[in-house]
């Protein structure tokens, strides 16, 4: 069951915060977020496992609301690097596969 | 160290040909994933291995679609009978544990366009 992400794009200038959003109709058991920028591999960003958790990496950091069954990416002070399309994965069960959304394409200004 | 290694990374075929794309996970991975990215989407489950078992294939569109993992290590997803709708990047990805705990690293893909 793939995961519903929104918005599909946001348009950010450098400095700027946005919040992407992944919500699953069913329970979650772990969510995924990773990023592709162009013609590359997606790339980890972080996994999130248990309800309510938050994880950070660098000004990049999520939250995982297991009762709502949805999960936040949170980009602050945006930097160009931050551009690309960010993808949450969704385990639905303890069945190791993940369902990815359809992506969420950041463009970020100078 | 290395990557997870795909090649070709580009491959085109005519209606009807048979195509192998390879997949090198990293060494000591034990879970290996195929998935399928159509242009504007996200990556859509193939098939799962752990080690050289093939635990899921549910997502595989057809019995034209057949992969393998023998040895515990590459990985070969293999299409016959090439279809226009087959065209699509088709990406590896390997993970230390199982996908849950465990980070997926994906390779650059395949991507492949049938005339």
């Known amino acids: 069951q793939q995961p519903v992400q929104s918005p599909q794009a946001v348009i950010l200038r450098e400095g700027e915060d946005a919040v992407i959003n992944c919500s699953s109709s069913?329970?979650?058991?772990?969510v995924h977020w990773y990023r592709q920028k162009h013609g590359e591999a997606p790339v980890f960003l972080m996994i999130?496992?248990?309800?309510?958790e938050q994880k950070g990496h660098d000004k990049i950091s999520a939250s995982f609301n297991e009762k709502k069954q949805q999960s936040s990416l949170y980009l602050t002070a945006s930097q160009l690097s931050y551009s690309g399309t960010y993808f949450c994965?969704?385990?639905?069960?303890?069945?190791?596969?993940?369902?990815f959304g359809a992506g969420t394409t950041v463009t970020v200004r100078a | 160290g290395a990557g997870v290694s795909q090649s070709p990374r580009y491959k085109v075929a005519k209606r009807g040909q048979d195509v192998a794309l390879r997949c090198d996970p990293i060494?000591?991975?034990?879970?290996l994933f195929w998935y399928q990215q159509a242009l504007g989407q996200g990556p859509e489950f193939l098939t799962y291995?752990?080690?050289?078992?093939?635990?899921?294939k549910s997502g595989l569109p057809s019995d034209r679609f057949f992969a393998e993992r023998p040895e515990g290590s590459v990985s070969t997803l293999k299409i016959q009978r090439t279809q226009q709708e087959d065209s699509a990047v088709y990406l590896c990805?390997?993970?230390?544990?199982?996908?849950?705990?465990?980070?997926?690293?994906f390779g650059n893909g395949t991507r492949l366009t049938v005339t």
């Open positions: 990805a390997s993970s230390l544990d199982r996908g849950g705990n465990s980070p997926l690293h």
């Open positions: 069913k329970a979650l058991y772990s």
């Open positions: 999130l496992l248990k309800g309510g």
């Open positions: 994965g969704t385990e639905n069960s303890y069945d190791y596969k993940l369902s």
């Open positions: 060494s000591g991975h034990v879970s």
């Open positions: 291995f752990q080690n050289e078992a093939q635990l899921d």
